[in-house]
């Protein structure tokens, strides 16, 4: 009987020592990481510090698929933004990131998909929580990735849960992100093994029973971004375009810069305002009048058939400073007078920063 205890203590350690690799620290030195010039390594608080004055930086010659990341950043009371990419492949990553002006509000902590590189935060609004952050000294801040989902703490608390990371990435890169200057030390990683979580079943569930309902508008003809200008948007251009089709999330969420890069990106609402037409077909056995739900962002106009029958303006604080312009698919209703047989809907949607979406379904 000793005898096998002991081969299954040593089994089960060795498929521990398999599954689990050590922690891996990354000292805060040039040599360790692709920077930018607005980058310094100093010493402080009896510590190897990274300072970033915005923008990101990855570790060099590392990949990450899943494990544990983590980082200490130094309290700020000034507006910041301090946080983890992971899994980045271009211009596009997952991204989780502190805002330590906001300690105690709902939106403390926010993970956000970053495709070519534009955050989108405004079409997730779930994924965002409210965290009280120490206000002196160091906030530690971990991620536990495990396949398409992924777990936060700060300080050693769980804070939100991430049920789906967006990208279907599966690794890449590694680094940090920082809006305005943060400091950060004793970045850490710890490979591990994906295990099966039964969240991920549930979750599964959800976008199947998602994908079967009918009434969400699921596929998209989309153009190419242009910067906007308001005298150049004629219907009878839209015919003129080139069009692409493209497949919406489970929810009938199209995320458009997925999808499409535009021709000013990265810079948040310093962002010149780029637009792309999205249509979709709609038929009528009679003359009748349906109910569109749907909402967007930043900017739309809607066309049925020709005619302009909707405009509005979702963007981040139009709407009053507290406004975040998140996006959720009950927000507006449209009755349209549809025509028997094929029914065509245009939708202009223009965007700067935070989120470029659009999302629809029939009542």
Request: include cysteine.
């Amino acid at each position: 009987m000793a005898k096998i205890s002991y081969s299954f203590i040593a089994f089960f350690g060795l498929q521990l020592a398999i599954s689990q690799s050590p922690e891996i620290k990354i000292d805060m030195v040039a040599s360790n990481w692709n920077v930018s010039q607005e980058t310094t390594f100093e010493r402080f608080d009896n510590r190897e510090t990274l300072l970033l004055n915005g923008g990101r930086v990855t570790v060099k010659n590392h990949r990450f698929t899943n494990g544990t990341i983590e980082v200490d950043v130094y309290a700020n009371a000034n507006r910041s933004f301090a946080g983890i990419t992971f899994r980045k492949q271009n211009n596009t990553m997952e991204e989780v990131y502190m805002r330590l002006h906001k300690s105690n509000q709902v939106d403390a902590v926010q993970y956000t998909p970053i495709y070519n590189n534009e955050s989108n935060w405004q079409l997730y609004r779930e994924n965002q929580a409210k965290v009280s952050f120490k206000n002196t000294g160091w906030n530690n801040l971990r991620i536990e990735v495990n396949n398409q989902s992924a777990e936060v703490f700060v300080n050693d608390e769980k804070v939100m849960t991430i049920d789906e990371l967006r990208t279907d990435q599966n690794d890449g890169e590694i680094g940090l992100f920082a809006l305005f200057p943060n400091r950060f030390s004793n970045f850490r990683i710890t490979p591990k093994d994906a295990v099966d979580r039964t969240d991920a079943v549930a979750r599964t569930k959800k976008d199947n029973d998602l994908s079967a309902d009918s009434s969400i508008i699921t596929t998209w003809e989309i153009t190419k971004a242009k910067p906007y200008k308001a005298e150049e948007i004629r219907f009878e251009n839209f015919e003129k375009e080139e069009y692409m089709t493209v497949k919406t999330e489970a929810s009938g969420l199209l995320p458009i810069s997925k999808y499409i890069k535009k021709s000013s990106s990265g810079n948040f609402e310093q962002n010149e305002e780029d637009y792309i037409v999205a249509a979709t077909t709609v038929y009528a056995s009679n003359d009748e009048t349906k109910l569109l739900s749907f909402d967007y962002s930043d900017r739309i106009m809607v066309y049925l058939n020709g005619k302009a029958v909707f405009k509005g303006n979702n963007a981040f604080r139009a709407k009053g400073i507290q406004y975040m312009g998140h996006i959720d698919i009950n927000t507006n209703k449209l009755y349209l007078p549809l025509k028997k047989g094929t029914n065509k809907i245009h939708c202009v949607v223009m965007d700067k920063a935070n989120g470029w979406g659009l999302i629809a379904k029939w009542e």
